[in-house]
């Protein structure tokens, strides 16, 4: 038996999707355990490229069972379009794909709400996906929110969504919006209950029985550790918990079930959004590692900020999520350069920050110190097993390794399955 929680350990969009594709082949149950349809994990084989934004990344291994947990929140049109996008291409979700009666539902106004008060903010705001993410766990944390399991019951679905469209046609006309009608969101909800109502279970009871009869279970975060709205650079964060306790709240497997920490680790640093980024790069440096990396967003397609790997922010990675082993992706995007440069510690005026600060504002005004470490300036695409990396490649390697204190399991070359080195 083995569970392990597969965690994104810096901003988001290190490679989740192609680890959690990889891994699922030895993983007999994958769960998403947090975020939405905000998540865009890629998958790529052979000329196809699959984005999945809710759909667990271990749909697309034939035999593999995938669950969307409480966690989640699931907007039910962008699932039925996902569903619908992998159909066509003979990816089949009968028996394969449940979803939690303990999810909360996107609701319309969530997404318009997200939009509203992001443009509200004008320069302050976040930069969110604006898929309705922060708005529908805020009214799940007010014990207002909609679940998967209100899909079954007409009446009380109803119900629900009258009064919440009652108080939120008040928040809409603040904002000079038009009111919405309650009873069509009612009808179309009721033509999603219609299409989701067969994959609606207590997935709590699904992986726990799973795990008890000795099934293996790969739990999926979305986002990143420094999106975490506990540890994360608040409030540059999202609105769940990515980091890896939120597998256990997000799906009910408990803690003491848990038998490993994976984290994906990017060679480099990206960041969409606002918030700070020490390690962030500008200009030409900056445009460069974005065109080689193809740092453009997976879900809204805006151009990804990057920066070099920052050692410190890591360490903090390590301590929160307790990763065990890594797999360090995009390690062939850093091939062109010379000399590759690691962030190894904060300065905040004089003063050598001993932590990594989840302040923002301390974080927004403190100066990298870095270390530069030699170039390979080889194409590594091809290369299948560690001794065959350049030396300085290696040693690259062994210097993330080291002075993070994580042991690397994968190194990731290319997007698609064959580009894998496993140590
Ligand atoms: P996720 O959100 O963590 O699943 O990551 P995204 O899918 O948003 O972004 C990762 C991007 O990098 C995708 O376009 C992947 O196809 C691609 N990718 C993943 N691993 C590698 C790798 O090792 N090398 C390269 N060049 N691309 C990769
Ligand atoms: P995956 O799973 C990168 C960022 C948004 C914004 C902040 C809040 O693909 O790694 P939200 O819409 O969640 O309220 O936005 O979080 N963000 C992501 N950044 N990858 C993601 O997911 C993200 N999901 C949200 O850009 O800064
Ligand atoms: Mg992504």
């Known amino acids: 038996m083995s569970v392990s929680v597969l965690v994104g350990s810096q901003w988001g969009d290190e490679g989740k999707g192609k680890i959690v594709d990889i891994l699922s082949s030895k993983f007999e149950v994958v769960a998403r355990y947090q975020g939405g349809a905000n998540a865009g994990h890629t998958i790529e084989i052979g000329d196809q490229q699959f984005v999945l934004h809710l759909i667990p990344s271990g749909i697309l291994r034939e035999g593999v069972i995938n669950v969307i947990g409480n966690g989640v929140v699931i907007d039910p049109s962008a699932l039925l379009e996902e569903i619908e996008f992998i159909g066509k291409h003979n990816i089949n979700i009968e028996n394969r794909l449940f979803i939690s009666n303990n999810a909360h539902l996107i609701m319309p106004y969530h997404k318009l709400l997200d939009a509203l008060q992001e443009e509200a903010q004008g ?53 000079g919006h038009e009111a919405l009608d309650a009873d069509k969101v009612v009808e179309e909800y009721l033509e999603y209950a219609d ?28 986002q990143g550790a420094f999106l975490d709205i506990d540890h994360g650079t608040y409030p540059y ?6 980091t890896s306790g939120g597998a ?29 980024f020490p390690a962030e790069v ?33 360490k903090y990675s390590r301590m929160i999520n307790g990763l065990d082993r890594v797999a360090i992706t995009k390690l062939d995007v850093l091939g062109e350069f010379d000399e590759i440069k690691v962030c190894t510690g904060y300065k905040l005026g004089d003063e050598i920050l001993k932590n990594f600060p989840t302040d ?57 399955r064959a580009e894998t080195i496993e140590l």
Not at 127 to 153: A, E, H, M, W
Not at 256 to 271: C, D, E, F, Q
Not at 305 to 314: K, L, N, P
């Open 123 to 175: 320069k302050d705001k976040i930069g969110t996906t604006g898929r309705g993410i922060g708005p529908c766990y805020n009214d799940k944390f007010s014990r207002k929110g909609i679940r998967v399991g209100d899909l079954l019951n007409s009446e009380s679905l109803k119900t629900k969504v009258r009064n919440n469209i009652k108080e939120k046609n008040k928040e809409l006309a603040a904002f």
């Open 237 to 242: 964060v999202t609105s769940s918990n990515p």
């Open 282 to 314: 500008y200009g030409e440096e900056a445009e460069n590692l974005r065109k080689l990396g193809g740092e453009f967003g997976a879900t809204t397609g805006r151009p990804r900020r990057v920066g070099w790997f920052d050692v410190f922010q890591m």
């Open 360 to 416: 923002s504002q301390t974080l927004e005004n403190v100066e990298p110190i870095y270390e530069t470490l030699p170039g390979w300036k080889t194409d590594i695409s091809d290369v299948k097993v560690f001794e065959d990396l350049p030396e300085a490649a290696q040693n690259y390697l062994s210097y993330i390794s080291q002075n993070c204190g994580f042991e690397i399991s994968i190194v990731s070359v290319g997007p698609k």
């Open 195 to 222: 299409k989701l109502k067969h994959l609606i279970k207590d997935t709590a009871v699904l992986l726990n029985n799973a795990i008890n009869n000795g099934k293996s279970v790969l739990m999926e975060g979305a």
């Open 248 to 276: 256990c709240t997000g799906t009910g497997v408990p803690p003491t079930k848990i038998s490993s920490v994976i984290g994906i680790v990017k060679a480099y640093t990206t960041r969409v959004g606002n918030g700070p």
